[in-house]
């Protein structure tokens, strides 16, 4: 999907330190607003719902009901960065937990091995998504749309439609349900995961090499960058940490079933989205997509616990979906008028 571009629109320090403080504070505004309306989210929440957002069973429980949705908005922001979109985030964890189950329950797989299996399966259909999109370019949104749609028949056909029930070994369980000094262990697989793109993004050759490609591909090309094995290696990568979070699926619901997956697909989608258009406007990044997140998190809890209705939770990540495109198309048209004039600027 090449209108995902990667060029952020964050100002310089020598642009800021060309304005006055208030010129200042007006063009950091956009780069920080997210943030800025999480903490004005939590705080209103905190006022208006004194006795039950504000506590620390709800902040273990946002952290526990969307640290799914946090691996799997990172593993979307992967491909985003050279400019691909992958749709099995949404499909594929439909598949995943239900195969990390069924190879226990079934099959009796050691649950380590059964894990390996998944990751591997994660990693070849991320694969075979590189090779559609890259070698048979096909457009990345209609091939992994495909592979997805297939990802999602084979749970079906390998569960005969029904749920996947059994005993799960404790130690796999506790791969969800553990908690460090009172956190649920996947708040620190998302923070883990997190540092590691954030270094790989920001700090190493390899970020910058995707961010360009995602930029401009054929100049990216020119300057001989390996484009095809770059934008492979992206979609493996992103097939990895789906099926890893599949497998935290799975020791979270316990038992395997094919509706469940693809509630996952949209504030996946919307958190990444979300997350070019805060921090460095413009252009996917990790902290964004993280405080993307946050505030879906925050906004369905504090309306649910106001006694929002049933479909409110879909409406608000729709609604939040059809906002951030629209940000992030205004950032780019920002980055196209900004970019003759910000030749010395950071990319």
């Excluded at 920080?32 to 705080?43: A, K, Q």
């Excluded at 969800?176 to 700090?203: C, D, H, K, M, Q």
């Amino acid at each position: 999907m090449q209108s995902i571009k990667s060029n952020a629109l964050e100002p310089t320090r020598t642009e800021l330190a060309t304005l006055s403080r208030w010129g200042a504070l007006v063009r950091l505004l956009p780069v920080y607003g997210l943030p800025i309306l999480t903490l004005l989210l939590i705080m209103f929440f905190s006022i208006i719902l004194p006795d039950t957002f504000p506590t620390a069973l709800n902040a273990r429980s946002i952290v526990s009901d969307k640290a799914i949705i946090a691996l799997l908005s990172l593993s979307a922001m992967v491909p985003m960065m050279a400019g691909r979109i992958d749709l099995t985030v949404g499909f594929g964890i439909v598949m995943w937990h239900i195969l990390a189950m069924s190879l226990i329950v079934w099959f009796h797989f050691p649950w380590p091995l059964a894990v390996l299996a998944v990751l591997a399966c994660g990693a070849l259909v991320g694969l075979i998504n590189g090779l559609l999109v890259e070698v048979a370019q096909i457009d990345s949104f209609i091939a992994t749309l495909g592979t997805g749609t297939i990802l999602y028949a084979l749970a079906l056909w390998h569960t005969d439609g029904r749920q996947v029930i059994g005993v799960l070994p404790p130690a796999f369980i506790g791969i969800n349900t553990l908690s460090l000094a009172g956190i649920p262990i996947p708040a620190f697989y998302v923070l883990g995961l997190a540092i590691v793109l954030w270094v790989v993004a920001e700090r190493l050759p390899l970020g910058r090499h995707i961010y360009a490609i995602g930029a401009n591909e054929k100049a990216a090309a020119l300057n001989g960058i390996p484009v095809r094995t770059y934008i492979i290696g992206v979609f493996v990568a992103s097939g990895l940490m789906t099926a890893f979070a599949g497998c935290v699926l799975a020791a979270k619901l316990r038992i395997g079933q094919a509706n469940v997956g693809l509630d996952y697909l949209l504030p996946a989608l919307v958190g990444a989205f979300l997350g070019s258009t805060t921090i460095k406007p413009g252009r996917v990044n990790v902290w964004g997509t993280m405080f993307g997140v946050l505030i879906l998190a925050v906004g369905i809890s504090g309306i649910q616990q106001l006694g929002g209705a049933f479909f409110v939770e879909p409406l608000f990540n729709g609604t939040t979906l059809v906002i951030s495109i629209g940000l992030a198309s205004f950032a780019q048209r920002r980055r196209a008028v900004a970019r003759p004039g910000r030749a010395g600027g950071s990319g």
